[in-house]
Structures are given as C-alpha cells and as structure tokens.
C-alpha cells in the first residue's frame, strides 16, 4: 500500500494506492484510519478497486459498519471510482446521500476527490 499526501489550503489528503483491496473487513478500515489519522490527514482518498465488493452491497452491513469507524475519528473518506455499474437503487440512493454530506464522498476521479476534500 502507497500513500500520497496531497495538501490543499491547510488541509492534508491521503491518497492510497495498493494492487489489492485494502478494506475488506471492518478491522482493516480501522488499521487504515489509525495510518493515516496519526499521520496528521485530514481526509482519505480510496480507489473502489481497493474496498471489498461487499461495502457495495448494503446488505452486507460493512458499509455502515466502515463508515461509522471514519465518522467516530471525524476522518473524510472519498471513494473513487465509476459506480455505474451499480444498479441498486438503494446503493445509487446511499451514494447520492453521502454526496449530499461533508464526510463521504463517491467521486470518479481522485482530482475530483482532492478538490472536494480541499473545498
């Protein structure tokens, strides 16, 4: 696993980079946080490719379960990556929800994640 730091403003990003998933399970989300919160980062960029295709599937519960670990240490995550492939409504209606907020974010482009996490 690479990790990138990016800063915009007074604002540190981490963008991580890995040829495998990096979270697959709740324990692995929190691993992660633990890096990149005692490094100073004020938000995470994460490639889809790198979260477990069970975060995806909200009946699996890992993604309430993830993004409550980021919400308790205040770490911003945005996951990029092409979510078209998604034909759940519930999955299209919790991105766009997520979208609406300042904690998570679902983006195409980590550019596009670094200006949000910048803005």
Do not use: W
């Not at 938000?43 to 477990?52: A, E, L, T």
């Not at 919400?71 to 990556?81: K, W």
């Amino acid at each position: 696993m690479d990790i990138t730091r990016h800063q915009v403003k007074d604002i540190q990003i981490a963008v991580v980079a890995a040829e495998h998933a990096v979270i697959t399970s709740v324990e692995d989300a929190t691993d992660l946080i633990g890096t990149i919160y005692y490094q100073g980062f004020d938000g995470v960029i994460v490639h889809k490719k790198n979260i477990s295709p069970d975060f995806f599937d909200l009946k699996t519960g890992l993604a309430g379960e993830i993004l409550q670990k980021f919400s308790n240490y205040r770490l911003r995550l945005i996951i990029a990556g092409d979510f078209s492939q998604y034909t759940s409504k519930s999955l299209r209606d919790f991105i766009y929800e997520c979208n609406k907020g300042k904690l998570v974010g679902f983006v195409t482009s980590v550019e596009e994640g670094i200006v949000l996490l910048g803005a």
